[in-house]
């Protein structure tokens, strides 16, 4: 049985706190890509149904500074 991609979906929320911030008061770009890691390894775990792991980030262009 093929399973849907939109059957996989993961939505999280985060509080943004102080201690994600950098000097300059926006969001630490390393904080960001581990939160993006982490929401796809648990999509990659939901839709494979086992254990899966970041084997590369080929491309993640920040536009602008998160507040």
């Given amino acids: 049985m093929k399973k849907r991609a ?3 979906r ?3 929320v ?4 102080p201690e994600h911030l ?3 008061g926006r969001l630490f770009g390393g ?3 581990e939160w993006i890691d982490e929401a796809a390894g648990l999509v990659g775990i939901r839709h ?3 254990n899966v792991i970041t084997a590369s ?3 993640l ?3 602008r500074g998160v507040y």
Wanted: include cysteine; aromatic fraction near 8%.
């Fill in 6 to 8: 939109i059957e996989s």
């Fill in 10 to 12: 993961v939505e999280q």
């Fill in 14 to 17: 985060y509080q943004i706190r």
């Fill in 22 to 24: 950098n000097g300059a």
């Fill in 31 to 33: 904080r960001l890509m």
């Fill in 48 to 50: 494979s149904q086992c």
């Fill in 57 to 59: 980030v080929d491309n």
């Fill in 61 to 63: 262009k920040f536009i």
